[in-house]
């Protein structure tokens, strides 16, 4: 990608802003001149929301003009760039050949003053061209992808460099924070990610495959249990795998929560209307009560047929009536000798006139008799009940009345459990639509940082005790596999089974051999191109400027930048000068972008602060030298002592100049605004004039 043009209308001070990049191979670095506050950043800015949108830009940035939109109260901002992109072709013949396609991007946004005279922006739109014969079409679908293609977001720090910002690779927060936009960085150039997802893949793939080949491809169980064990283990470090790679994403969005709180506070409002969807959700409930209702009245109905005696006749009719008939049958026992037996016991005398004292012979029958007339007549009740019970049954509703009552009421419990699962389901969606509206508030979406930043903590931690796991179940995972491989000798039945799993490890492996590869080979060759490019820099800086001697840097598989020096290794971070700091990032940036291969611009703000002499010289040479499309935005200061360099170097140079600014000579009395002129660095008119001293002027 190389970009020829870029046309601002509207974006803070760029009113009306055009300007031609340099496209020539000889002197391919652009050279755009001004200020602190004259624009610089601000045209970085522009560039970066073109292709990015308002993932580039910090939650409370205002594109509009102030001045402007207090005299419009709706401004309409827009950003325009053309470029070229490399991309495969192919002749009639079938043959392939690269050929050069011009696109034009266009993203365009409306922001409005509000009741309480804020700036609310509305919603961007993003549109992509392409050049055939001559005239411009528009590209309807994937047009983001394509973009994102030419340039991942994950490298848009890489592409698109403040200066001052860039040195969070190795300056900014703690080690996990600087690891995590390091690693970011880096495996979007060399592809780790992808590598890592496709084995991943395969190796879930390879599990499923095992699980099914177990109970076909195995001859002995031996070898059947081993590759049991085998799925587990690798069911187990896949999902630990998972589990680590979204730990890491978490610890990698944690950081970036609280800068998308406002974003979210405007979406919040964008989503819909409360009260609606409150009003939808009573209706739901008032509904699924009316239908929880009704299941209570179907399942009490069914609950009075299952305990009726109806239940008894359909199951027990045959037995009812035999037993009707049987009982029927029975004879009665007279049971009016009971009474005058106890008469006669009470009166000690039987009726023929023996003796029934206490411990008599006759007293002993006397009381036996009549304790089998007792039992006579309890027997009897419980015939008479059974007959009774037998005979009121028999007499009650048919068999198939009480199915059909039955299926009746089943299919009513069946309809209204439906109908509750349904009203369910909607009152779960609406509560959550209401739950997605509610306690949007500015003051709980600021608490989101302070939140975020603990749950990176947190992550990390988890992060670390997932490794450990990991590392054990690969241990584990070889020896069961060494173990399975022996075992699989005894099996010589081949099947499609055995193919695919053969086929899959070979694969596997072959990404495996990748990963190991671009973790070793490709990141050692990105670390030698860092510690070459750093030492040439330093190697340049006089002995009084540089507080410490360094003798390597280098980035490790852990994505950590270590610095050593002749007395030990050393925290980037605190241990180095401003001037050692930004020769490391940049040392990094460009050896990233030489790493990755891609054709694509650098635009670069502030490149030099903080810098001087002659590793001021060396770090803008190389980067000149390994930039496709070198784009630098210099003040005075940082362009002194290296202008035989950009003369060399640069096809295009520019100026811009801050009108509102105390700086400018011909300061005219219109709105501020940014103009752009043709001078180059060496030279000024009337509208890019400034003061040498403007700090005591009195305008």
Same mark, same amino acid.
């Given at each position: 990608?190389?970009?020829?043009?870029?046309?601002?209308?509207?974006?803070?001070?760029?009113?009306?802003?055009?300007?031609?990049?340099?496209?020539?191979?000889?002197?391919?670095? /652009?050279?755009?001149?001004?200020?602190? #506050?004259?624009?610089?950043?601000?045209? $970085?800015?522009?560039?970066?929301?073109?292709?990015?949108?308002?993932?580039?830009?910090?939650?409370?940035?205002?594109?509009?003009?102030?001045?402007?939109?207090?005299?419009?109260?709706?401004?309409?901002?827009?950003?325009?760039?053309?470029?070229?992109?490399?991309?495969?072709?192919?002749?009639?013949?079938?043959?392939?050949?690269?050929?050069?396609?011009?696109?034009?991007?266009?993203?365009?946004?409306?922001?409005?003053?509000?009741?309480?005279?804020?700036?609310?922006?509305?919603?961007?739109?993003?549109?992509?061209?392409?050049?055939?014969? #001559?005239?411009?079409?528009?590209?309807?679908? #994937?047009?983001?992808?394509?973009?994102?293609?030419?340039?991942?977001?994950?490298?848009?720090?890489?592409?698109?460099?403040?200066?001052?910002?860039?040195?969070?690779?190795?300056?900014?927060?703690?080690?996990?924070?600087?690891?995590?936009?390091?690693?970011?960085?880096?495996?979007?150039? @060399?592809?780790?990610?992808?590598?890592?997802?496709?084995?991943?893949?395969?190796?879930?793939?390879?599990?499923?495959?095992?699980?099914?080949?177990?109970?076909?491809?195995?001859?002995?169980?031996?070898?059947?249990?081993?590759?049991?064990?085998?799925?587990?283990?690798?069911?187990?470090?896949?999902?630990?795998?998972?589990?680590?790679?979204? @730990?890491?994403?978490?610890?990698?969005?944690?950081?970036?929560?609280?800068?998308?709180?406002?974003?979210?506070?405007?979406?919040?409002?964008?989503?819909?209307?409360?009260?609606?969807?409150?009003?939808?959700?009573?209706?739901?409930?008032?509904?699924?009560?009316?239908? $929880?209702?009704?299941?209570?009245?179907?399942?009490?109905?069914?609950?009075?047929?299952?305990?009726?005696?109806?239940?008894?006749?359909?199951?027990?009719?045959?037995?009812?009536?035999?037993?009707?008939?049987?009982?029927?049958?029975?004879?009665?026992?007279?049971?009016?000798?009971?009474?005058?037996?106890?008469? +006669?016991?009470?009166?000690?005398?039987?009726?023929?006139?023996?003796?029934?004292?206490? #411990?008599?012979?006759?007293?002993?029958?006397?009381?036996?008799?009549?304790?089998?007339?007792?039992?006579?007549?309890?027997?009897?009740?419980?015939?008479?009940?059974?007959?009774?019970?037998?005979?009121?049954?028999?007499?009650?509703?048919?068999?198939?009345?009480?199915?059909?009552?039955?299926?009746?009421?089943?299919?009513?419990?069946?309809?209204?459990?439906?109908?509750?699962?349904?009203?369910?389901?909607?009152?779960?969606?609406?509560?959550?639509?209401?739950?997605?509206?509610?306690?949007?508030?500015?003051?709980?979406?600021?608490?989101?940082?302070?939140?975020?930043?603990?749950?990176?903590?947190?992550?990390?931690?988890?992060?670390?005790?997932?490794?450990?796991?990991?590392?054990?179940?690969?241990?584990?995972?070889?020896?069961?596999?060494?173990?399975?491989?022996?075992?699989?000798?005894?099996?010589?039945?081949?099947?499609?089974?055995?193919?695919?799993?053969?086929?899959?490890?070979?694969?596997?492996?072959?990404?495996?051999?990748?990963?190991?590869?671009?973790?070793?080979?490709?990141?050692?060759?990105?670390?030698?191109?860092?510690?070459?490019?750093?030492?040439?820099?330093?190697?340049?800086?006089?002995?009084?400027?540089?507080?410490?001697?360094?003798?390597?840097?280098?980035?490790?598989?852990?994505?950590?930048?270590?610095?050593?020096?002749?007395?030990?290794?050393?925290?980037?971070?605190?241990?180095?000068?401003?001037?050692?700091?930004?020769?490391?990032?940049?040392?990094?940036?460009?050896?990233?972008?030489?790493?990755?291969?891609?054709?694509?611009?650098?635009?670069?703000?502030?490149?030099?602060?903080?810098?001087?002499?002659?590793?001021?010289?060396?770090?803008?040479?190389?980067?000149?030298?390994?930039?496709?499309?070198?784009?630098? @935005?210099?003040?005075?200061?940082?362009?002194?002592? +290296?202008?035989?360099?950009?003369?060399?170097?640069?096809?295009?140079?520019?100026?811009?100049?801050?009108?509102?600014?105390?700086?400018?000579?011909?300061?005219?009395?219109? $709105?501020?605004?940014?103009?752009?002129?043709? +001078?180059?660095?060496?030279?000024?008119? /009337?509208?890019?004039?400034?003061?040498?001293?403007?700090?005591?002027?009195?305008?």
């Amino acid at each position: 990608m190389i970009f020829k043009e870029a046309s601002f209308k509207n974006f803070r001070l760029l009113s009306d802003v055009h300007i031609s990049f340099s496209t020539d191979e000889n002197k391919p670095l /652009t050279v755009i001149r001004g200020e602190n #506050g004259f624009g610089k950043t601000t045209l $970085l800015d522009a560039l970066r929301w073109a292709f990015y949108g308002e993932a580039s830009l910090d939650p409370d940035y205002k594109i509009s003009n102030s001045n402007q939109m207090s005299q419009h109260q709706s401004i309409m901002a827009s950003v325009e760039v053309l470029f070229t992109a490399e991309e495969l072709a192919r002749k009639g013949d079938g043959s392939s050949f690269h050929k050069q396609v011009d696109y034009k991007i266009k993203r365009v946004v409306r922001e409005e003053l509000d009741k309480r005279d804020r700036a609310i922006r509305g919603d961007e739109s993003f549109s992509l061209y392409q050049q055939v014969k #001559g005239s411009w079409r528009p590209i309807t679908e #994937g047009a983001e992808v394509r973009i994102r293609n030419l340039l991942p977001e994950a490298l848009m720090d890489v592409f698109f460099i403040d200066g001052d910002k860039a040195l969070a690779f190795v300056d900014k927060g703690d080690a996990g924070e600087r690891r995590s936009r390091i690693r970011a960085a880096a495996t979007e150039m @060399l592809d780790v990610e992808v590598i890592e997802g496709a084995i991943e893949r395969v190796a879930r793939s390879i599990s499923e495959t095992t699980r099914k080949a177990v109970g076909v491809d195995a001859e002995s169980q031996q070898y059947a249990d081993a590759t049991k064990r085998k799925a587990v283990i690798e069911d187990r470090l896949a999902d630990q795998k998972a589990s680590l790679s979204g @730990l890491t994403a978490t610890v990698d969005k944690a950081t970036q929560q609280s800068e998308a709180c406002d974003t979210a506070l405007i979406t919040e409002v964008k989503k819909g209307n409360k009260n609606e969807v409150s009003k939808g959700l009573e209706t739901v409930r008032r509904g699924r009560a009316q239908a $929880l209702g009704e299941q209570t009245t179907a399942v009490q109905s069914l609950a009075g047929l299952l305990a009726s005696d109806q239940i008894t006749t359909v199951l027990l009719s045959s037995s009812l009536v035999t037993t009707t008939k049987a009982l029927a049958s029975t004879k009665g026992v007279d049971l009016s000798l009971k009474p005058l037996l106890e008469k +006669c016991l009470k009166a000690k005398k039987c009726i023929c006139g023996t003796s029934l004292d206490t #411990g008599t012979d006759h007293r002993a029958v006397i009381r036996t008799e009549i304790k089998r007339l007792e039992d006579i007549d309890t027997d009897a009740s419980r015939l008479f009940e059974l007959r009774h019970t037998a005979s009121r049954l028999l007499q009650g509703d048919t068999a198939d009345d009480w199915s059909s009552a039955a299926n009746t009421a089943v299919g009513r419990c069946d309809a209204t459990t439906k109908q509750i699962d349904k009203w369910a389901a909607q009152e779960a969606e609406l509560e959550l639509q209401l739950s997605r509206l509610a306690d949007s508030k500015i003051d709980e979406l600021s608490k989101a940082k302070t939140l975020a930043r603990g749950e990176m903590l947190s992550a990390v931690e988890k992060a670390t005790e997932a490794r450990l796991i990991v590392r054990g179940l690969e241990r584990e995972l070889d020896e069961q596999s060494a173990i399975t491989k022996e075992l699989e000798k005894t099996v010589n039945r081949e099947n499609e089974y055995r193919a695919h799993l053969l086929a899959a490890e070979d694969v596997k492996s072959i990404l495996e051999a990748s990963l190991e590869t671009v973790l070793t080979d490709q990141l050692k060759d990105l670390s030698k191109t860092m510690n070459k490019e750093f030492l040439r820099m330093v190697g340049m800086q006089n002995v009084d400027e540089a507080p410490v001697s360094i003798r390597e840097v280098e980035l490790n598989r852990n994505f950590d930048i270590k610095v050593h020096s002749q007395d030990g290794p050393l925290n980037p971070a605190n241990a180095l000068s401003g001037a050692q700091k930004r020769a490391l990032t940049f040392s990094f940036i460009q050896a990233l972008m030489k790493s990755s291969g891609k054709i694509a611009p650098s635009v670069i703000d502030t490149a030099l602060g903080m810098t001087s002499g002659p590793l001021k010289r060396e770090l803008l040479k190389r980067t000149i030298f390994l930039s496709t499309q070198p784009i630098m @935005l210099l003040t005075r200061s940082e362009i002194n002592d +290296c202008e035989a360099i950009i003369e060399e170097s640069a096809g295009v140079q520019l100026t811009l100049t801050n009108t509102g600014s105390a700086a400018v000579v011909n300061r005219p009395k219109a $709105l501020p605004t940014i103009l752009i002129c043709n +001078c180059d660095i060496a030279s000024s008119c /009337t509208h890019c004039e400034i003061r040498e001293d403007f700090g005591n002027t009195e305008d």
